[in-house]
């Protein structure tokens, strides 16, 4: 499982696809790596990879000026200390970015039929994707620069459909959060539109004969916040309920489930209710593309979130168009029995994130540490992995006194394995580390790993 001796340490370097890392024996490369990888992205990066080596050969105008404005032109950015410093791209951005304009401008993808030609191993079959849209998948570590990919993607294909005649992508974009926790690290990077600006996503007016800040036009509708809508143009920032909640049903004696018929509709939460029906706004617009941030959540199509994206495609096509383009990024396109998400078409695995720096280390306490650890005979959960915790805290409070010297703090994050025994822990690390006295958050997720988001009695903060 290691990775290639020659494996470069900088996450700038390209990667040459031979040497990409493998999550087994290397004798297992050529057999039974099918339920290993994403069946789709070996020959995709050899494809990419000729085609960059090609001087991108067959990409439009547009595609090739932002290509090389992106990734082959210098950029000095202002640092904290009023200091020029040079930004560049990890390779994993450019070559996420590069395989869906390849998708797009070469191999001119229409459906899911189009992507099997890239089935490295013979096993996916047109019956294993869900949905009748383009969709693609883009597999990078937590922490390599999603968001970054994201901007990327939504300007090239803004750009794209203002510059190109033939275009069929969009310049209205639905951007899907699964929850307020994620909304609002994306709010940070979208509000006033400052990634596009902060980030050299932009190019300067004149470069390859185009003005591209002067036609960057783009009105940002966070949540509920929704200003003037214009035909193009239009980013809309939100969580899936704001999607689906305007899709009321009345409930029915014939529910699976009849509490809401007998007892009535639930209230909804504050944080997901909504003072705007985002749902009938989107879906009365003529072009769209759709970006699912942390979308293994959409791991089966029979959830609401699936069924709302597949509405709005419906919608378009009574119209006589279609959804452009739906864009999923996550660090694990898994369904729930593990199966790997078919539409994966660029991965940049934790392992070789971790090598080139890009993500922290994880670091284990010392042998002799661990070695003491021992779980004790005890129903209190508290009691049973005492070690543990106190193991945890010890190696915690050593990190959080180095940190807090640079002006940084360092989190303890403990998982338990239900909601129960999370709240028995939380009030344990307060009653027990003078430090941790009203300063422990309990985030309790679903099954599916969604955070709930429904009121618990506990302080709002």
């Known amino acids: 499982m290691a990775l290639a001796k020659d494996f470069p340490k900088s996450p700038y ?30 020959k995709l990066r050899k494809k990419v ?20 404005w992106w990734f082959k032109t210098e950029h000095l950015l202002p640092a904290d200390n009023g200091n020029m410093i040079s930004f560049q791209y990890y390779f994993a951005q450019q070559e996420a970015v590069e395989t869906i304009i390849y998708l797009h401008d070469v191999v001119k993808i229409k459906d899911k039929y189009d992507l099997l030609r890239f089935d490295s191993f013979g096993t996916v079959s047109a019956g294993m ?15 390599s620069g999603k968001t ?34 994620v909304l609002d690290r994306l709010r940070a990077d979208f509000d006033g539109l400052k990634i596009f600006f902060n980030d050299p996503v932009l190019p300067d007016n004149g470069f390859c004969g185009q003005n591209w800040r002067d036609d960057f036009q783009l009105s940002l509708h966070i949540q509920d916040d929704v200003n003037v809508i214009r ?47 985002l749902s009938d706004i989107v879906r009365d617009i003529d072009e769209l593309v759709i970006l699912n941030d942390e979308a293994h959540h959409i791991h089966d199509e029979k959830l609401t979130w699936f069924k709302s994206i597949q509405d709005i495609h419906n ?36 392992v070789e994130a971790i090598y080139q720096d890009v993500v922290k280390h994880p670091v284990l306490p010392d042998c002799a540490s661990r070695a003491k650890l021992c779980e004790k005979q005890s129903s209190n959960y508290t009691e049973k992995y005492e070690d543990y915790i106190h193991l945890g ?33 939380a009030e344990y690390l307060e009653n027990t580390y003078p430090e941790l006295k009203d300063a422990v958050l309990v985030i309790h997720t679903k099954k599916n790993g969604e955070i709930s988001e429904a009121g618990t009695g506990k302080k709002k903060d």
């Not at 994707?129 to 990078?140: D, L, T, V």
């Not at 005649?165 to 899907?176: G, Y």
């Open 49 to 68: 990879c000729a085609w960059r080596d090609a001087d991108y050969k067959g990409a439009s105008s547009t595609s090739l000026a932002l290509i090389k």
């Open 315 to 350: 919608r378009l096509l009574q119209k006589d168009g279609m959804l452009s383009m739906q864009l999923d990024v996550t660090a694990t396109p898994k369904h729930n029995n593990g199966a790997i998400f078919v539409q994966t078409v660029s991965d940049y695995p934790l």
């Open 148 to 181: 970054k990919v994201l901007s990327l993607i939504l300007a090239w294909c803004y750009f794209h459909k203002l510059y190109e005649n033939d275009s069929t992508l969009a310049r209205n974009f639905l951007i899907i959060t699964p929850n307020i926790i």
């Open 231 to 277: 035909k193009t143009g239009n980013i809309f920032l939100t969580n899936i309920h704001r999607v689906y909640e305007g899709n009321h049903k009345i409930p029915s004696f014939e529910d699976d489930n009849t509490m809401d018929y007998f007892l009535g509709t639930k209230p909804v939460g504050a944080t997901t209710d909504s003072k705007v029906d």
């Open 13 to 42: 370097k390209i990667l040459n696809p031979e040497i990409r890392w493998f999550p087994a024996d290397e004798a297992l490369r050529d057999k039974g790596s099918e339920k290993l990888m994403p069946p789709l992205v070996a």
């Open 393 to 425: 805290y010890l190696e915690w409070k050593k990190t959080y006194d180095e940190h807090i010297k640079v002006d940084k703090k360092a989190v303890f994050f403990l998982m338990t394995d239900d909601t129960k025994n999370c709240d028995k822990t």
């Open 129 to 143: 994707f869900a949905e009748n849209w383009k969709r693609f998948i883009i597999k990078m570590a937590t922490g």
